[in-house]
C-alpha cells in the first residue's frame, strides 16, 4: 500500500502546518525511539504507519491496526523496527535498534484518515553517521550508499563540513577522480569511485594527518546551484598522533585487540601490564624465602656432621697413643750378631712428665740362649 504524496501538502491534511523538520542524529549501531500523539479521530481500529521517503513515495516500514502489525521491510521483519499501540494514552511507539548508515532518511508518524488518504503527526529527519578512529599515516576507506535510482546518473562528491565558506569545501568528486581545490595539504590523497550497478560510492584517503580530523560528506554534487551539495552520508573522523616509540613497546603487548588511538585502552594496557608484574613479583617471594631455609638446613647439616666426627675423635681412650711407625730393618744374615733398630714417630705431642714404654722383640728368637745378644732400641720424639 502506498502513501500518497499528497501527505506533505498542508493545504489538504491541516495537522502537517504546525509540524516542523527535526533533525536527530545517531551514530551507527545506536537506537531510536519516537512517541506519536494522535487525535481523538483516530480511534484504536484505524490504521497507524511509520514510513520512509523514499523514491517520491514515503514507503511503509510497519503498520499496526489494533494489535495486528504489518512489516515491509527486511529490517522491520528481522525485528530491528516495531511498533506499538497505546489506546489509553493515544499515542503509538516506533523503536529502531541497531541503526545503520542506509536508515538516514526522512520519516513520518501518520494514521490513515480514510481509503487512500494519510495524515502525517510527525516528521523526522534522521540522520546516522559513522565514526572512524585513525592514527596519522593511516588510510581511510568509507562506503557510501544510495537508494534512489535517479541518483545514479548524478556527480558525487567527498567535502569537509562546515568549511572556510561555511558551506562544505569539496575535497573530491565524481569527474575529478583525484582530489583538487584550496586546501594544498589533502591535495592528492583522496579519491572516489561510483559504483552505479550497486548504487556505492567508495571515498579513499591516504596518509592522513592530525588536522584531517572533523566532519566529511559523502554528498550529491551539483555546481553552479544554491545548494551544490546534498548529503548521503555523514562521517566524523578523529585522527590521533601516532605514539612514540618508547609508549609504544610499553603498550603494544597489552592493546594489540584495541582500536589504536584510544587513550583510554593505552591506559589499561598499562594498569594491566602492572598488575601482572606486581601479581609475578607476589609469588616470586614464597620460592626466595624456600631457597633461603633449604640453603640454612642443608649448612645446620653440614656443620652437624662436623662435630660428630670431632665427637668420634675424643671419645677415643687418652692412654692408647696412635703411633705412625716406619720400620726400617734390614734383614742380617745372621740374627745374633746384629742389633735391631726402631723409629718411632709420636702422631700427637705429649708431655715430658708423661712415661713411655715400648716393648721390642726380635723378628726370629734364637735357638742357642747362650750367644743371646743385647737388643738394644733407639728411641726419638719426631
Not at 513520518?108 to 540522520?127: A, E, M
Not at 578523529?238 to 612514540?244: D, F, M, N
Not at 745374633?336 to 708431655?351: A, G, I
Request: net charge neutral.
Amino acid at each position: 500500500m502506498e502513501l500518497r504524496a499528497v501527505l506533505l501538502l498542508p493545504l489538504c491534511f491541516p495537522g502537517l502546518q504546525a509540524q516542523t523538520p527535526g533533525e536527530l542524529s545517531q551514530h551507527e549501531g545506536s537506537n531510536l525511539s519516537v512517541l506519536c500523539h494522535y487525535p481523538p479521530e483516530a480511534d484504536y481500529w484505524k490504521m497507524k504507519s511509520w514510513c520512509c521517503w523514499r523514491d517520491h513515495r514515503c514507503q511503509p516500514q510497519v503498520e499496526i491496526i489494533g494489535t495486528r502489525t504489518e512489516t515491509y521491510t527486511d529490517r522491520a521483519r528481522q525485528g530491528h523496527v516495531t511498533i506499538q499501540d497505546d489506546p489509553i494514552h493515544r499515542n503509538f511507539s516506533i523503536t529502531m535498534t541497531d541503526l545503520r548508515v542506509e536508515d538516514s532518511g526522512t520519516y513520518f508518524c501518520t494514521y490513515r484518515k480514510g481509503r487512500d488518504s494519510y495524515v502525517s503527526l510527525k516528521r523526522i529527519l534522521l540522520n546516522v553517521f559513522k565514526e572512524f578512529h585513525k592514527l596519522e599515516l593511516d588510510s581511510l576507506s568509507v562506503q557510501c550508499p544510495y537508494h534512489d535510482l535517479g541518483y545514479r546518473s548524478e556527480r558525487k562528491a567527498w567535502c569537509r563540513y562546515p568549511g572556510q565558506t561555511g558551506t562544505c569545501d569539496l575535497m573530491v568528486s565524481t569527474l575529478t577522480t583525484h582530489s583538487w581545490g584550496t586546501n594544498n595539504g589533502q591535495k592528492g590523497r583522496a579519491s572516489i569511485q561510483d559504483d552505479t550497478q550497486n548504487r556505492t560510492v567508495t571515498i579513499t584517503m591516504e596518509k592522513l594527518q592530525a588536522q584531517d580530523s572533523g566532519m566529511y560528506w559523502c554528498a550529491l554534487y551539483r555546481p553552479y546551484t544554491s545548494i551544490p551539495f546534498t548529503r548521503l552520508m555523514e562521517v566524523r573522523l578523529s585522527v590521533a598522533k601516532r605514539p612514540t616509540a618508547t609508549t609504544l613497546s610499553v603498550t603494544r603487548g597489552t592493546s594489540e585487540n584495541h582500536p589504536p588511538g584510544n587513550s583510554t585502552l593505552a591506559g589499561q594496557g598499562v594498569s594491566t601490564y602492572i598488575i601482572i608484574s606486581t601479581v609475578l613479583y607476589l609469588l616470586l617471594i614464597p620460592v626466595v624465602i624456600i631457597l633461603i631455609t633449604s640453603c640454612i638446613r642443608h649448612h645446620r647439616k653440614l656443620k652437624r656432621r662436623g662435630n660428630r666426627q670431632a665427637e668420634d675423635i675424643y671419645d677415643k681412650p687418652e692412654d692408647t697413643t696412635q703411633l705412625e711407625s716406619t720400620e726400617r730393618m734390614e734383614t742380617p744374615k745372621d740374627d745374633s750378631k746384629d742389633l735391631k733398630y726402631v723409629t718411632l714417630d709420636f702422631k700427637s705431642q705429649r708431655s715430658p712428665e708423661e712415661p713411655l714404654y715400648c716393648n721390642v722383640e726380635p723378628d726370629q728368637v734364637p735357638k742357642n740362649p747362650k750367644d743371646e745378644n743385647v737388643e738394644y732400641a733407639i728411641i726419638a720424639r719426631s
